[in-house]
């Protein structure tokens, strides 16, 4: 396994469009995280998966964003309309159950560009 | 809400200069505190890392003490190389609900010269 991976790694979209986004986890994991990172800041957390069970999903940004992992495997993440403020790195995390030793990895992210 | 601050950059070393980047952060509970690095064209890594009060993670040459009563998890390094250059990320674990929801600082930029 080489870790978490992200596609596309760079997206250009116009403003309106409707943008898709894919994060395939370390296979064992169950735990998978989505976060926004805009341009001189850290992450932000958006959104969490126990297996297909999306357990937090009060962080996403605008109710033009939704997140799915119908079978506890990869994710997508949609944004819906897009709009100029949505240009950001988009990271996606996964981890085992935590516990104190647990860690995250982060994939490489999908950076959005809306024109 | 919890949150972490750190200091802006960028930080501009001489290799084998010593290395401190500041972190503070504001937390109801007892979070766990992390340092992770983003080197150019690559995802956030984890650097290390401490779980409770006064424990020191450690890691590449890098440390950071958890202090409860500064509220702070200051990155250091004793002598840096260039290789070293990057994004450097403070942040903690929100809550005690059982999962890894990190809180990030906004990031510190280390640039190392020969």
Same mark, same amino acid.
């Given at each position: 396994d080489t870790g978490v991976s992200q596609n596309p790694r760079h997206k250009i979209t116009k403003r309106g469009q409707n943008v898709t986004f894919r994060c395939d986890p370390i %296979?064992?994991?169950n735990r998978l995280y989505w976060y926004r990172q805009t341009l001189g800041q850290g992450p932000e957390f958006l959104t969490y998966f126990q297996n297909e069970a @999306? &357990?937090?999903? %009060?962080? &996403? &940004? %605008? *109710?033009r964003f939704s997140a799915e992992r119908p079978k506890g495997s990869f994710s997508t993440l949609e944004i819906q309309?897009?709009? @100029?403020? *949505?240009s950001a790195m988009y990271l996606c995390a996964s981890s085992l159950d935590p516990t104190e030793n647990t860690e995250a990895f982060f994939g490489q992210g999908t950076r959005l560009t809306v024109v | 809400g919890d949150s972490v601050t750190q200091m802006e950059g960028p930080v501009t070393l001489s290799e084998e200069a010593f290395l401190t980047i500041n972190c503070t952060y504001t937390a109801t509970g007892y979070p766990s505190l992390f340092w992770y690095v983003q080197y150019p064209g690559e995802g956030l890594q984890l650097l290390l890392k401490a779980t409770k009060a006064d424990d020191k993670g450690s890691n590449k040459g890098f440390e950071a003490t958890y202090r409860k009563e500064t509220t702070s998890f200051h990155l250091e390094k004793g002598s840096v190389q260039v290789s070293d250059s990057a994004v450097y990320f403070c942040a903690l674990s929100e809550g005690n609900t059982g999962f890894q929801k990190l809180v990030f600082g906004t990031g510190t930029r280390l640039l190392v010269s020969p």
């Amino acid at each position: 396994d080489t870790g978490v991976s992200q596609n596309p790694r760079h997206k250009i979209t116009k403003r309106g469009q409707n943008v898709t986004f894919r994060c395939d986890p370390i %296979s064992e994991h169950n735990r998978l995280y989505w976060y926004r990172q805009t341009l001189g800041q850290g992450p932000e957390f958006l959104t969490y998966f126990q297996n297909e069970a @999306q &357990l937090e999903k %009060s962080r &996403l &940004l %605008s *109710d033009r964003f939704s997140a799915e992992r119908p079978k506890g495997s990869f994710s997508t993440l949609e944004i819906q309309r897009t709009e @100029q403020g *949505d240009s950001a790195m988009y990271l996606c995390a996964s981890s085992l159950d935590p516990t104190e030793n647990t860690e995250a990895f982060f994939g490489q992210g999908t950076r959005l560009t809306v024109v | 809400g919890d949150s972490v601050t750190q200091m802006e950059g960028p930080v501009t070393l001489s290799e084998e200069a010593f290395l401190t980047i500041n972190c503070t952060y504001t937390a109801t509970g007892y979070p766990s505190l992390f340092w992770y690095v983003q080197y150019p064209g690559e995802g956030l890594q984890l650097l290390l890392k401490a779980t409770k009060a006064d424990d020191k993670g450690s890691n590449k040459g890098f440390e950071a003490t958890y202090r409860k009563e500064t509220t702070s998890f200051h990155l250091e390094k004793g002598s840096v190389q260039v290789s070293d250059s990057a994004v450097y990320f403070c942040a903690l674990s929100e809550g005690n609900t059982g999962f890894q929801k990190l809180v990030f600082g906004t990031g510190t930029r280390l640039l190392v010269s020969p």
